[in-house]
């Protein structure tokens, strides 16, 4: 039977992207030394429920999922710095000039005061982290061929 479940996978691959984009921001203010791992999990839980919902191997399937990793991961960015990138301010100057947390208050807001986020973003984004994103993607966009996955949640053949 030949159904279309475009966008019910668009509207799924959303929703996941937004979730773990979340987590993954929240991973982060607990310790970035695992963000390559938790950006690849984005990757395959946006991959799973395009897989999930969409039942079919799908080059289009694996292209939406591939597109809603990426959101997830600049939403997790957006996030992490938006929640994080003062308190790590904070840390950093308490660490190099020994103050208090009271102290360095005052000094990281001055030094986190009158940028945007997105220009925090910019300057927080590095070469490592392009290549997260592509990993992510490629997670996502595999994880929708995976025969073993296909057999277990019984898809339906082209």
């Known amino acids: 039977m030949m159904t279309n479940r475009v966008g019910t996978v668009l509207i799924t691959a959303f929703i996941s992207s937004i979730i773990s984009g979340v987590l993954w921001a929240k991973m982060l203010s607990i310790s970035t030394t695992l963000a390559g791992i938790s950006s690849i999990t984005v990757g395959i839980i946006v991959g799973l429920s395009v897989l999930l919902t969409g039942r079919k191997r799908k080059t289009s399937y694996g292209l939406i999922a591939s597109a809603y990793a990426i959101i997830g991961l600049t939403l997790g960015k957006f996030l ?58 490629y997670f996502a966009f595999r994880i929708v061929f995976v025969r073993f996955l296909h057999n277990v949640i019984k898809t339906e053949e082209d």
Request: hydrophobic share 45%.
């Open 80 to 137: 992490d710095v938006r929640w994080n990138t003062f308190q790590r301010i904070q840390r950093h100057l308490m660490d190099q000039y020994e103050l208090s947390a009271e102290q360095a208050e005052p000094m990281a807001q001055a030094q986190f005061g009158g940028y945007s986020t997105w220009e925090l973003m910019a300057d927080q984004t590095a070469r490592w982290d392009i290549l997260l994103y592509a990993a992510a993607a």
